[in-house]
């Protein structure tokens, strides 16, 4: 087989002089005659502090690449730390795939092994993969272990939401919430709850560019390394089999990875991430895939921010594979994996060691799982809810709108005593989708008016058109597509309209006559509200990306290039 690498280090002449002269670095003469170059793309940053062990990990998966023959070679790549990077790590999503894509083309690379691991990281990486179409799997970096304090478990993200809260409402003084911050973290790796980052790298799994069975594992556990060195002897049998992206995943690949998405309790961000990986591979995805599919699905999973358990206890109680063995009649056995076999064929013999953490199918923790789409009035492309982490008082709800136009707006009114607000009122925050604040962040989960939660309220329906943390919860429509900023009708609610949701009947509307609504223009404050940047990337992302309902990809880069080799450089 000719390698693709062949085309800058085959032959005598100058250039392919000039390309292996200054890779040899010691290598030894055969590294360029026939053996696959395996770039590591990595994620590794002090900045991402989630994504920090991965030179460790790369380290074992070059010992793998050298093993079964290949040449390993290091590329760092743009990496998006979720706690550090403002304004959100969504804003440079689609320009860390961009790069990333970009660098794999432009390189004498045959295959390459992805090390993600902070929410951002394995979503950019696969677009990357999916749009260069070279063989590609990636290596999820695994959460950190349990924190915990006075006694209790620690869950990140998700306990600091709600000790927060806690503050704010009076039970909880500032100085013990201060003296839990140093048992939040306590080990390398992401974070610890079903959040984003755990979701991604199930979802990776289940779509089939995880070795079945390696993600979940915790980051300071002996066998990721294990994982990687095997990933990395992996990656260069995949180059030998030409088993690229568009060669695998297909309709059946995302099918599986809906499936587990709702099995687990994930997170609503994977919707986005799922959207773009597909519109890169040209697969047909919609929003209403992930309703039809995920719906049915119960969630076994009992993990925080949904339960209570964490993922060092979802790796022990038998991890991903234990959760689809249950599902598996849920499962499309057509999809494949890296490993060329089908997903299914990696669940023989998995099976639930802690039945409190993975739920058998019979008891699960909730019946009807996944992620509901709503559409009206208020949301002509749709909206999302995550049903298991609301209130279930609250999935029937109609109340009066307190609109705020930006999260400053918020911020400054929320806790105003005169503020016309009470238990059932639905807090409605627009400006916060893709364009209006350039990355859409993760705003939609408003903390509560503090009067309210001195009165012991501690859930209200909250719509907004941003995206919310995977860590957190509460009866929160979100995703709100078209956004306020491009034109969508959440720009035209006023304070003390009746919003009515229906998570049943997969509505969220606007009390309001059409003809009225259609009369109404944004205020100046709303207009005020949207982002309008003058130069750089935010220019170019607010003139090109796409809404929450496919993906919030940039217009010009859904779809591929493949990995065609361009013109010579000298
Ligand atoms: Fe990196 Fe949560 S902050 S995974
Ligand atoms: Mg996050």
Redesign the pocket.
Known sequence: MKLRSAQWYAGQDRNAYIHRAWMRRGVPDDAFTGRPQIAIANTASDLTPCNAHLNEVAASVRNGVYEAGGIPLDLPVVSLG?TNVRPTAMLWRNMAAMATEEMLRANPVDGVVLLGGC?KTIPSLLMAAASVDLPAVVVPGGPMLNGSFRGKSLGCGTDVWRLSEEVRGGTLSQADFTSSESAMIRSRGHCNTM??ASTMALVAEALGTVVPGVAGTPAPDSRLLQAAHETGRLAVEMVGADRRPGTFLTKASFHNAIVALAAVGGSTNAVVHLLAIAGRLGVDLCLDHFDRIGSRVPVLVDLQPAGRFLMEDFHRAGGLLAVLHEVRDLLDPDALTVTGRPLVEHLDGAAVWDADVIRPREQPLVAEGGIAVLRGNLAPDGALIKPAAASPHLLEHRGRAAVFDSIEDFHARIDDPDLEVDADSVLVLRGCGPKGYPGMP?VSNMPLPKKLLEQGVRDMVRICDGRM???AYGTVVLHVAPEAAAGGPLALVRTGDIVSLDVKARRIDVDVPADELARRTPNKSTLDGFANPKRGWERLYVDHVQQAHTGADLDFLVGSSGSGVSRESH
Request: net charge negative; hydrophobic share 0%.
């Open positions: 979720e929410d959040g984003t993760e943390s995977g860590t």
